[in-house]
């Protein structure tokens, strides 16, 4: 058994040119060095395709980050206002009744003008999928995120 301790990782949507990349970073904030310099404003790219799409104004956008339980922006929705989040996502009820929780069901986000993160492990801690202001991801299971959150933030101000 290998009893090396893993450190979390940060990862991200790179855009280079017309083609997306998942990049994984160790350090959390080499990771928001690199989003900054790819993502500089006039230099993010309108549309990639039809999956992922960065608007080149997200001063435009509604500061409230919505997260959905299916891919396409589908099924029970969870909105988050700027500067919030939630530390535990078993802890926060969704479906009829409030029966069920949130934990492990996020498949999707929309359009933000903020940041957004999503932690596989509780009080914003564990692997980071870290979502750039003005993009949206109406599907997190290429990125190896479908239903894998146990906490997220709206990092906006």
């Known amino acids: 058994m290998n009893s090396e301790l893993k450190e979390p990782l940060s990862l991200t ?5 017309s083609s997306i990349a998942l990049g994984a970073f160790t350090e959390r904030t080499a990771m928001l060095s690199e989003v900054r310099r790819i ?3 006039g230099e993010r ?5 039809w999956e992922h799409v960065c608007t080149t104004n997200p001063d435009s956008l509604s500061p409230v980050a919505v997260f959905w339980e299916d891919a396409g922006e589908q099924g029970d929705s969870l909105s988050l206002d700027p500067g919030f989040g939630y530390t535990d996502l ?8 409030g029966t069920q929780n949130w934990n492990d069901v996020i ?3 929309s359009w933000c003008r903020f940041d957004v ?3 596989d492990a509780i009080n914003w801690t564990g692997n980071e999928f870290f979502a750039v202001k003005g993009c949206n991801t109406p599907d997190l299971a290429p990125f190896g995120w479908s239903d894998e959150a146990a906490s997220i ?3 906006g101000t």
């Open 45 to 49: 790219t309108a549309s990639l395709s």
């Open 153 to 155: 933030a709206n990092w």
């Open 117 to 119: 993160s999503l932690f």
């Open 39 to 41: 993502y500089a404003d």
């Open 13 to 17: 949507r790179l855009e280079y040119g």
């Open 90 to 97: 078993s802890q926060v009820h969704r479906g009829f009744l």
């Open 107 to 109: 498949s999707s986000l």
